[in-house]
């Protein structure tokens, strides 16, 4: 199965905005909530996920772990709202519930994924392979701590449909989330092409510090840059800068070319911030190391 639609799911999944210390984060209980689910799944080889105790235990066993701002036992509202992978909750009877219940009536549900993510759940390879994603879109500084759980060994095939979906999907899910983030539009030079009903994009969805360094896909380490300045910023003669400004590398010279003089005037133009989610701002590690790496 291409496991593509389930991990854009997952990199698309809409989650609360807080501030700490007057620093904005992601509340990541949905994601916290899903490698819980994941575990149970592969715990109990059934996809119904009920309300109970040791749903809440391996919750807080994750919340621990990833040890997020002010982070609060918090369960009711991501196991309602879990708005991923066609996610829906039922009661005792298998029917829809709406609206959402009173606390004390959590313990009559269940949630269940879509059909198509049911099929594929079972698989100890695709459990994985999930889990993986969400560590590289949500969580990548805890990847070792949280792969813990679950420290199976995984048979030669099952390494193999896990590295092959994953980067395939991963990358996809990566680009699209960015991409809707800055509105399909380049943050330096600001154009933007939509032609309607016409599957194409203008725009790159470039990570500042390659996932390569970090498996770091959280949306504060890209950025939309149209070809010309992608190639530019990959090759390190044009960076953006910890103040959100682009510098040019001295090597670039204006007499030279019209393309040399168009990079030139890039220099000390603000990058367009995002249209969507303010808390995806570039992060100023991600642009320190780029910066940090503009050919001197």
């Not at 708005?83 to 009559?108: L, V, Y």
């Not at 498996?215 to 890209?222: A, Q």
């Not at 220099?267 to 642009?287: R, V």
Request: proline share 6%; net charge positive; with cysteine.
């Amino acid at each position: 199965m291409n496991l593509t639609p389930l991990i854009e799911s997952i990199y698309l999944t809409r989650r609360m905005v807080s501030q700490h210390n007057g620093v904005k984060y992601e509340k990541l209980y949905k994601p916290t909530l899903l490698l819980a689910i994941l575990d149970i799944i592969g715990e109990q080889q059934n996809t119904k996920i009920w309300w109970n105790n040791t749903l809440r235990l391996r919750f807080i066993h994750y919340l621990s772990l990833i040890n997020s701002p002010n982070h609060k036992e918090n369960l009711t509202d991501p196991f309602w709202r879990l708005d991923c992978m066609g996610w829906k909750i039922f009661n005792k009877a298998g029917s829809t519930h709406i609206p959402k219940p009173k606390i004390r009536e959590f313990d009559q549900l269940y949630g269940q994924f879509s059909h198509e993510a049911n099929a594929v759940l079972l698989k100890r390879e695709v459990r994985e392979t999930l889990k993986r994603a969400i560590i590289t879109r949500f969580f990548p500084n805890k990847e070792k701590l949280l792969q813990q759980p679950s420290s199976i060994i995984l048979k030669e095939e099952e390494q193999k449909y896990i590295i092959r979906n994953l980067n395939e999907s991963r990358s996809t899910a990566f680009s699209k989330m960015v991409k809707d983030i800055y509105n399909e539009q380049c943050v330096a030079c600001g154009q933007r092409i939509n032609i309607p009903n016409l599957d194409t994009s203008f725009v790159d969805a470039a990570h500042l510090i390659p996932f390569s360094e970090t498996k770091d896909d959280r949306p504060s380490n890209g950025i939309t840059l149209c070809k010309n300045h992608h190639w530019a910023m990959d090759r390190h003669i044009i960076s953006p800068t910890p103040d959100m400004l682009w510098d040019v590398s001295p090597l670039i010279i204006a007499q030279r070319s019209p393309g040399e003089a168009a990079l030139l005037a890039l220099k000390n133009t603000k990058l367009l911030p995002p249209k969507k989610q303010s808390d995806c701002t570039p992060s100023p590690d991600a642009l320190k190391w780029r910066h940090d790496r503009l050919r001197r």
